[in-house]
């Protein structure tokens, strides 16, 4: 019973760490273009310290508070999707954040010594910008294939 109260306990205050983070300009630190954020570190450590299905949590909930973001103080990388479908964007911004618990408790468990927790932080906050930067490029090309099938098909009746 106290294992359980513990971890609620945990979890309820990376939760609320993350919102901190995400919801203040602690967090997310706009220099424009884009936007630099420190919110990857709590998910990192909840992942490292307590496993990766903790960790998947603080991510859905960084996930979330980026869309937040996303809506309310958009990037200039990502404005322009916005316009074109918001559904891509969104799932950008989800997706790249449930990666990094997922990938940083994968490469400590990999490697297994001490250093393996700088490589598992260095691989999640690597996963956090590769994903990130790296969807959007194909978001918008998937994007604009959406659009092209959307006139095409509206035209043809």
Known sequence: ?????????LLALFTALTLLLGLTPI????IP???MTLMHIPVIIAALCFGWKFGLVIGGVFGLTSVIKLFTAPSALMSPLLGINPII?????????????LVAYGVDRAIKKKAGLFVASAAGTLTN????????????????????????????R
């Open 1 to 9: 019973m106290k294992k359980n109260t513990l971890q609620l306990t």
């Open 33 to 35: 273009p884009a936007n």
């Open 129 to 156: 910008t590769i994903l990130y930067l790296g969807l959007r490029p194909i978001s918008r090309v998937v994007s604009i294939r959406i659009r092209f099938w959307a006139s095409s098909a509206a035209s043809a």
């Open 89 to 101: 964007p969104i799932a950008i911004s989800i997706v790249s954040r449930l990666m990094i618990p």
């Open 27 to 30: 967090g997310i630190i706009s």
